[in-house]
């Protein structure tokens, strides 16, 4: 194939990331650092600093971490039994842990509402046990619960995939030497899943970060996020320049997610399906 029909097979690409990635950016660094006049100021960006934007934007970093934290606990073992059970077909292990992403994102949310609702399966079924109500709708937790069900798959691959990296041998060669699981643990199988591990918690934390639909759905407008007052500046109040200038603060975290991959990640072991 001539060089020529390379670029051309790369042109829809390029549109797609002119159209939705590099404009966009483009004007939301625009009204970031403009006011309404088009003149320059720093005031947007500095509104973080406001009480409001403050609390949600800390307890956008509280949730996201303890979502991160527990989809890692829960991943890692998981991954390593996964890995322990020498399945031949890996396509298909990524294939059922993918499978729950293919619903719509809010359909997912939405049925977790309905689970966790005061009249809702799960109190009912409470209620029927002879068992008091729980009433976890409408809260932080609800919010890191959904973030954790939508969130746990973008953990669990990328660990997943770098352990099926490490060669049996070496942990056969360890055992020949007289090292124990535990030593086999720390010494072989977790140095060499890092990787996977930065991976999983930036994949995790970023949109559990800039995550506004799941603390509206099951928030129910009790747990105020960054994403949530980003939306509202944008789709409410219609003002571009402050919903920008929080979304620059957002990119900066991503930035800094990314650079971390790059450097504990450099060949991508962590981020490949294969």
């Known amino acids: 194939m001539s060089k020529l029909k390379k670029q051309l097979l790369a042109g829809p690409y390029c549109i797609w990331m002119i159209g939705f990635i590099v404009l966009p950016t483009i004007m939301i660094l625009y009204y970031a650092f403009t006011n309404s006049d088009g003149g320059f100021t720093l005031e947007y960006i500095a509104s973080i600093a406001n ?5 949600a934007m800390g307890l956008s970093l509280k949730l996201g971490i303890i979502c991160t ?3 890692l606990v829960l991943s890692y073992p998981l991954a390593l039994i996964l890995n322990n059970m020498q399945i031949k077909n890996q396509g298909l292990v990524v294939f059922i842990f993918m499978l729950p992403m293919w619903m719509n994102f809010m359909l997912r949310i939405l049925a977790w509402k309905l689970l966790l609702s005061k009249n809702g399966v799960i109190n009912s079924i409470l ?3 002879g068992l008091s ?35 049996k041998d070496w942990i056969d060669a360890a055992r020949d030497l007289g090292a124990n699981n535990i030593t086999i643990f720390f010494k072989i199988i977790l140095p060499l899943t890092v990787s996977g591990i930065i991976s999983g918690i930036v994949m995790v934390f ?32 219609m003002q571009w320049n402050a919903g ?17 991959v790059n450097a504990f990640d450099k060949e991508g072991e962590g981020t490949a399906l294969c």
């Open 206 to 237: 970023v949109p559990s970060l800039t995550s506004f639909a799941i603390s509206q759905v099951l928030g129910g407008g009790h747990v105020l996020l960054i994403g949530n007052v980003i939306e509202q500046d944008f789709m409410q109040g």
């Open 244 to 260: 920008s200038g929080l979304s620059f603060v957002l990119m900066i975290f991503v930035l800094v997610s990314m650079a971390l």
């Open 133 to 167: 109500r729980i009433s976890i709708i409408n809260t932080p937790a609800a919010v890191v619960l959904g973030m954790v069900y939508d969130f746990l798959p973008f953990m669990l691959l990328p660990i997943y995939n770098s352990m099926t990296r490490i060669r």
């Open 127 to 129: 209620t029927s046990l």
């Open 69 to 71: 934290i527990i989809c």
């Open 51 to 55: 009480e409001t934007n403050r609390k």
